[in-house]
């Protein structure tokens, strides 16, 4: 920016020399055709001392530039730059000093391009240090040009209001300003292309294709790997191509995955490529295109194991399921996050329980809702248990209830799992069932549970 302005003032100079140079030379033409005698010019004495100024028509401008600003504005005036010029220069000059800090100093939620929700803190630390930082430019403005130097500034008139996107961090924020132009130049032409192909296709009636849309994001990448470098091209495209923004909502949508920095980045390197082959085959339905995209697919699968790891990628596998993320919240908001798994069981359970009740054709509806509800008080006792709370005291007395019920074990249960889920303890129910190995339970055996009144154990 300090060189164009530099140009521009130069420029200027250089014309204001040769318009008066040709008024001169006009002027004494003008009055030799009409006749005219100039007045002839005094001699000088032999006496007489002239003084001489010279100025030098040509200067370099490193003679000028200074990393002493208050130096620097001094060398403009000595080479007879008008103030506004001056402040021109100088207001451009650290605008661009401050943006450069700005970029580069400033930790903003949209560097966390792993997070799917943006950190409340990082935002508020991010919006405080950016007015430290524009209290300071101003600051320094106004020491190096006075207190109305704002009102008296031309590079703050209006500008077009489109936005482009955020180059800024160690990384993308540390291109130089000719990178920077032509990054936001290619996302802009991506936008305008995007926008003008959806609506065509709208005003046609169709929907847009996705192997259209998806060619049109290919092409975008490859104008950018013709400017940028591999690692601020993953930058960007960790920041701002669809796939990375789909894994996020992916993300955003478990809840409780929340993967950091290394997660994200393995997952994207180890899918990227085989979702831009997906979204290529577009919405095809035909027998070629559906063999493709399923083989895709579990190749996608595959490469997500193996990025995220055998534990992670079995939390992500069951963080599909929303009975697994009603217990990591339930053990969350208990304080005791490693109850989680417990408490999954418990909830299958009590699902089993439910239907179980809800498809009995002997009950009435009256018996049913009972039943459902000592269910669900059943499920809130074991959860209590569970998580290491204490049980509310018992009411001094209770409506009779039957006998004894059966129970099917489930894949996973244990007999201090069930135990809880019944709110009977481990002992009762073996004095119930004296004739079941509980050592071999196996899913689909069936067991006496008996009604008590006891506490069951904690987990």
């Known amino acids: 920016m300090r060189w164009r302005l530099v140009a521009l003032l130069l420029l200027g100079l250089n014309l204001l020399v040769l318009a008066g140079w040709l008024t001169t030379l006009s002027h004494l033409r003008r009055v030799r055709q009409e006749g005219q005698i100039l007045p002839p010019t005094p001699e000088v004495s032999a006496s007489t001392q002239t003084n001489l100024v010279v100025r030098r028509q040509f200067f370099s401008w490193r003679e000028v530039e200074s990393p002493d600003y208050v130096v620097y504005v001094n060398n403009l005036r000595d080479i007879g730059c008008p103030e506004q010029t001056i402040r021109d220069i100088i207001i451009a000059d650290v605008n661009a000093l401050y943006a450069r800090r700005l970029a580069t100093e400033l930790v903003t939620a949209g560097q966390q391009w792993w997070r799917s929700e943006p950190d409340q803190k990082i935002t508020l630390?991010?919006?405080?240090?950016?007015?430290?930082?524009?209290?300071?430019?101003?600051?320094?403005?106004?020491?190096?040009?006075?207190?109305?130097?704002?009102?008296?500034d031309l590079t703050s008139l209006p500008r077009p209001s489109r936005q482009g996107v955020s180059l800024d961090g160690?990384?993308?924020?540390?291109?130089?300003?000719?990178?920077?132009?032509?990054?936001?130049?290619?996302?802009?032409?991506?936008?305008?292309?995007?926008?003008?192909?959806?609506?065509s296709q709208l005003q046609a009636g169709l929907d847009p294709d996705p192997a259209e849309l998806a060619r049109l994001r290919q092409q975008t990448r490859e104008e950018l790997a013709r400017v940028l470098s591999p690692q601020p091209l993953e930058e960007f495209l960790l920041r701002y191509s669809q796939a990375a923004s789909n894994w996020r909502s992916l993300f955003g949508e478990l809840k409780f995955f929340n993967p950091s920095a290394e997660e994200f980045r393995a997952v994207f390197r180890a899918t990227d490529t085989i979702d831009q082959r997906l979204e290529?085959?577009?919405?095809?339905?035909?027998?070629?295109?559906?063999?493709?995209?399923?083989?895709?697919?579990?190749?996608?699968?595959?490469?997500?194991?193996?990025?995220?790891?055998?534990?992670?990628?079995?939390?992500?596998?069951?963080?599909?399921?929303?009975?697994?993320?009603?217990?990591?919240?339930?053990?969350?908001?208990?304080?005791?996050?490693?109850?989680?798994?417990?408490?999954?069981?418990?909830?299958?359970?009590?699902?089993?329980?439910?239907?179980?009740?809800?498809?009995?054709?002997?009950?009435?509806?009256?018996q049913k809702e009972i039943e459902l509800r000592q269910a669900a008080l059943d499920q809130l006792r074991a959860e209590t248990l569970a998580t290491g709370q204490d049980l509310p005291p018992e009411p001094p007395s209770s409506p009779p209830m039957?006998?004894?019920?059966?129970?099917?074990?489930?894949?996973?249960?244990?007999?201090?799992?069930?135990?809880?889920?019944?709110?009977?303890?481990?002992?009762?129910?073996?004095?119930?069932?004296?004739?079941?190995?509980?050592?071999?339970l196996r899913p689909g055996d069936v067991i006496n549970v008996p009604r008590t009144m006891q506490t069951a154990p904690g987990p």
């Open 280 to 366: 290529s085959l577009g919405s095809g339905s035909d027998p070629g295109t559906i063999a493709a995209r399923k083989a895709l697919e579990d190749q996608r699968e595959q490469a997500l194991r193996i990025a995220l790891g055998p534990k992670r990628y079995q939390e992500y596998q069951m963080l599909h399921d929303p009975l697994y993320r009603d217990a990591v919240a339930a053990a969350a908001e208990a304080g005791n996050p490693e109850s989680a798994r417990t408490l999954y069981q418990l909830n299958l359970a009590a699902a089993e329980e439910f239907k179980r009740i809800q498809d009995n054709p002997i009950l009435t509806a009256r």
């Open 170 to 199: 160690p990384i993308l924020g540390q291109l130089s300003a000719e990178v920077q132009e032509a990054v936001q130049e290619i996302s802009l032409r991506s936008e305008d292309r995007m926008q003008a192909y959806v609506e």
């Open 402 to 440: 039957p006998p004894r019920r059966t129970y099917t074990v489930r894949t996973g249960d244990t007999l201090s799992v069930m135990s809880m889920i019944h709110g009977v303890p481990i002992n009762a129910i073996k004095a119930a069932n004296p004739n079941v190995d509980f050592s071999r």
């Open 125 to 152: 630390l991010a919006a405080e240090k950016r007015r430290e930082l524009d209290e300071e430019r101003r600051t320094l403005l106004t020491k190096l040009l006075g207190p109305s130097w704002e009102a008296r």
